[in-house]
């Protein structure tokens, strides 16, 4: 890649950085927290943001940048309240900087009315007139003919200069194929501000040998005995005549660092001179300033300049002339002190920042893929030790023992690299509540809880979707109007509650709102009108709550841009259960709705139960299983043909033959010949899965089956046992469902016959 | 032996983009993230021949760093350019009061850059 589109890719990643600080200090602020430290933090990501836009020159984002910018400046400089007002706009503002942001990146436009109303609202806080921004800046940058700050000495005051700059102007008009050489005088007489500033005279001099031919004389006048003088003072005055066909400002650039620092006088001479041979010498080599020194220290012992000069002029020899006149600088012991003293925060501050590496997400795949390479190879080698009849006890078994402990540990290692906070999701979700309440016309607050919880980055990746559904239902269907819920003697505020905890090796994520609840008649009736249940159905305050989740089913009477999006709580439930996830909800009516979702930390490896069906090798996840058992005659019961069920404990809980339902074989299997698996489906239904025989319990690496095959009903993945051959995993949740199909199916035919 | 910059910015983007337009010039650069990391990082490395320092950091910004670096026995001497982006001259008076020898405006193209380094560069 080219270097500076790397730069370019960085720079939005650094962005997506800076905007999430941006937000996250706002909304501190609006919390109250203003103190300088949030508000230089804030400052600096939309400074930054605007420095690195100005680099790739991306014009609309640096001009709204530098808006937001100047008011931000005013709140760091005390001008301007952060009161709520203020930060609510800044946030707004945050989120249309971070649509330019997006629009860079991805080549987009940001609608340039929303653009501009933010950008007046943010101009009307600072109390000025709309003004196009990056005009006051070009000004700025441009060196306008009449601001060439042409420095005039302070004792003789010659004003006269100024003539010279509309002349210079002339004559490269006048003509432009041949500029004329002219001759210029240049007094100058550095301060001791100019040194203390790193600033060289000698720099000055080889910067004007660049523009033409130069004649420098040196004024020791100023000298005083070597008693009186202060090793680190300016003594000297240079007067240079310098040929050249560039113009006065070109002379007055080389010192442009310099201004206010000595006393300069430019003069042209008139007469224009007689055209001198500019000289054999490359630009580049040093002045000979040594030689002007030497005469002057005919008069003047002035060693100690002179070796500074020797040491900046003649680079290619200066050390031992600069170990010389480095002992006569004073040592200040104080500012040695004062550096001491901040070590030890800079050593504590460097390793907090050395803390964390940016790697290539393409390498950390590679090592997970790697990693799961060596799980399996290590099973297989395992699996043939034992095989070969090598006694549990040799030093092979024990040595392959302690390499599975390490294997363990490194892929657990490897997977960590991959875990990431669920921050990157959370944060995204202020912008979106605010949003939606603008368009619904609905006070919410939103809180988040557990923004450091943990998980692989493919499954952060996908858990936006599902929370940024779930949360615009929370706030379109469950929280109700300000003015009803005051009525209904709550505050007019909602509350939408985000939260992520780990819990038994899963992720679980809640989003709850205290709004009105699922209004159970309503999703009942509307149920029995697009006919996914029957009218008499007799379902539990539960079975209601989880008809949301059915495709098809949606509560808005009309198509509302928020939620009507097409995707229902279907869609919802699907892509978690694609993640290996599950969802449920509880509700109180009157006091809101929590949807809870459970994912597992990892797409990667599985706990699974391998068991044996038809001669096949199958893995049950383990997070499914409740427990297994032994069928005894007399607790299965027939329910059809070829249904049964099976009392455990006094339920009875429908028994699936795996086998029949992956068509491994048509005639059922004896119950009591076989294990049955107790599992928990969907919405917590249970049903016993019916297998040949437990094999064991193992981690698998998982390969998908979808990207090397293709998706197979009842099947989540594959994966490479130990002897090297492939087991399917089931999919619990898809045979449970598979058999409920197909029961639905033969009842139908069954009242169809009846 | 090529000339060492030490460079001081928070933003990754602009220490990428030193870094490419002074690599490109054949200097050698040594980069810090914020004033206190710079400070630090000038006491264990090589005299740098030219130090380049963002204004606007965390922790420590560009004049605390530029003071810093003029109070040390050692750096004394070593030329300081700032970066700023507001030609703003009060900024830019700042930054010369605390010590900073030059300056350069961003956005900066690479050759004003490296004409900004090696106009200060002994």
């Keep these: 890649m080219d270097p500076l589109e790397a730069i370019k890719v960085t720079f939005f990643q650094e962005c997506e950085e800076q905007l999430s600080e941006l937000e996250s200090g706002l909304l501190a602020m609006e919390q109250g927290e203003t103190d300088s430290e949030t508000v230089n933090a804030v400052f600096r990501a939309v400074h930054s943001i605007k420095g690195g836009a100005g680099a790739f020159s991306l014009e609309p984002l640096v001009r709204f940048a530098h808006v937001f910018e100047t008011t931000l400046d005013d709140v760091r400089a005390g001008k301007l309240a952060p009161d709520n007002n203020v930060v609510k706009v800044m946030l707004r503002a945050a989120d249309v900087l971070a649509d330019h942001v997006r629009a860079a990146r991805d080549g987009g436009v940001v609608e340039e009315a929303r653009s501009q109303e933010l950008a007046s609202a943010l101009e009307a806080l600072n109390g000025e007139a709309p003004l196009a921004p990056i005009a006051s800046e070009d000004f700025d940058d441009m060196p306008g003919l009449e601001f060439t700050p042409l420095t005039v000495s302070d004792d003789d005051g010659i004003g006269d200069d100024f003539g010279f700059t509309p002349l210079a102007a002339g004559i490269i008009e006048l003509e432009p194929e041949g500029p004329a050489l002219r001759r210029w005088t240049v007094h100058l007489r550095p301060k001791n501000a100019l040194y203390a500033k790193a600033n060289e005279t000698g720099l000055l001099l080889r910067e004007l040998k660049r523009l033409g031919d130069i004649q420098v004389s040196i004024d020791p006048a100023d000298l005083p005995g070597l008693a009186e003088l202060e090793p680190e003072h300016a003594y000297l005055s240079w007067t240079i005549v310098l040929t050249t066909d560039r113009s006065q400002s070109d002379i007055q650039e080389v010192f442009e660092f310099v201004d206010g620092d000595c006393d300069l006088t430019i003069t042209a001479d008139d007469v224009p001179s007689s055209l001198p041979a500019m000289g054999e010498a490359s630009i580049d080599e040093p002045f000979d300033v040594m030689a002007l020194i030497q005469q002057a220290q005919a008069d003047v012992q002035a060693a100690p300049a002179a070796a500074i000069m020797a040491e900046i002029l003649a680079p290619a020899a200066p050390a031992p002339v600069f170990a010389a006149s480095a002992p006569s600088i004073p040592v200040p012991v104080a500012a040695t002190a004062a550096a001491a003293g901040v070590a030890p925060d800079a050593a504590h ?66 997977m960590a690299i991959r875990a990431q906070p669920v921050k990157s999701v959370f944060q995204r979700m202020p912008r979106l509540v605010r949003e939606v309440a603008a368009m619904t016309g609905k006070q919410v607050r939103l809180v988040t809880e557990g923004e450091g919880t943990e998980v692989d980055k493919t499954v952060i990746e996908r858990l936006t979707d599902p929370i940024t559904h779930m949360i615009r239902n929370a706030i379109d269907h469950g929280l109700e109007r300000p003015e009803v819920r005051v009525a209904a003697g709550k505050g007019p505020e909602g509350t939408v509650r985000l939260s992520a905890a780990h819990r038994s090796g899963r992720i679980v994520i809640e989003v709850s709102d205290d709004g009105k609840g699922i209004d159970r008649p309503r999703v009942r009736q509307i149920a029995i009108d697009k006919g996914l249940i029957e009218v008499d159905s007799n379902l539990s305050d539960e079975d ?70 038809c001669d096949h090798t199958l893995v049950a996840p383990l997070t499914a299983i409740i427990e297994s058992l032994q069928p005894k005659a007399q607790d299965v019961r027939a329910i059809g043909p070829d249904a049964y069920v099976i009392a455990i404990r006094d339920t009875y809980t429908p028994l699936i033959d795996v086998g029949a339902v992956l068509g491994y074989r048509t005639t059922p299997l004896d119950p009591t010949k076989g294990v049955a698996l107790l599992v928990e489906g969907e919405g917590g239904a249970r049903a016993a899965l019916m297998v040949d025989a437990i094999q064991g319990q193992r981690q698998v690496v998982i390969k998908s089956l979808e990207a090397n095959y293709r998706q197979v009903e009842g099947i989540a993945a594959a994966t490479i046992l130990g002897d090297g051959r492939v087991a399917l995993i089931l999919d619990v949740d898809n045979v449970v469902a598979a058999r409920r199909r197909e029961k639905a199916r033969s009842d139908a035919k069954l009242a169809a016959a009846g | 032996m090529s000339k060492i910059v030490l460079t001081v910015d928070d933003s990754r983007t602009m220490r990428d983009m030193l870094m490419l337009a002074l690599g490109d010039a054949g200097f050698t650069v040594v980069q810090a993230v914020d004033g206190v990391h710079g400070l630090e990082v000038l006491e264990s490395m090589a005299m740098p021949d030219v130090i380049i320092t963002d204004i606007n950091m965390p922790r420590m910004d560009g004049f605390g760093f530029i003071e810093g670096v003029r109070k040390s026995e050692r750096h004394r001497a070593t030329p300081i350019l700032v970066l700023t982006t507001e030609s703003d001259s009060v900024k830019k008076e700042r930054a010369r009061s605390a010590g900073a020898t030059g300056w350069i405006v961003k956005p900066f193209n690479p050759d004003k850059l490296i004409d900004a380094v090696r106009r200060v560069a002994a």
């Design chain 1, 349 to 414: 501050g460097a390793a907090a920042q050395q803390a964390t590496i940016r790697v290539d997400l393409d390498r950390v795949d590679r090592l997970i893929d790697l990693v799961g390479e060596l799980v399996i190879n290590q099973a297989m080698l395992a699996q043939r030790v034992t095989e070969s009849g090598v006694p549990r006890s040799s030093n092979i078994a024990m040595g392959l023992d302690d390499l599975e402990h390490l294997t363990r540990e490194i892929q657990d290692s490897v």
């Design chain 1, 544 to 613: 209601v709550d989880n008809l949301i989740f059915m495709p098809g089913f949606s509560t808005a009477s009309s198509v509302s841009d928020i939620s009507g999006r097409g995707v229902g709580m279907d869609v919802v439930k699907r892509s978690i259960q694609g993640l290996g996830g599950r969802i449920a909800i509880t509700s109180r009516p009157g006091q809101g709705s929590t949807f809870t979702l459970s994912l597992p930390l990892t797409l990667a490896v599985l706990d699974g139960m391998v068991v044996s069906v």
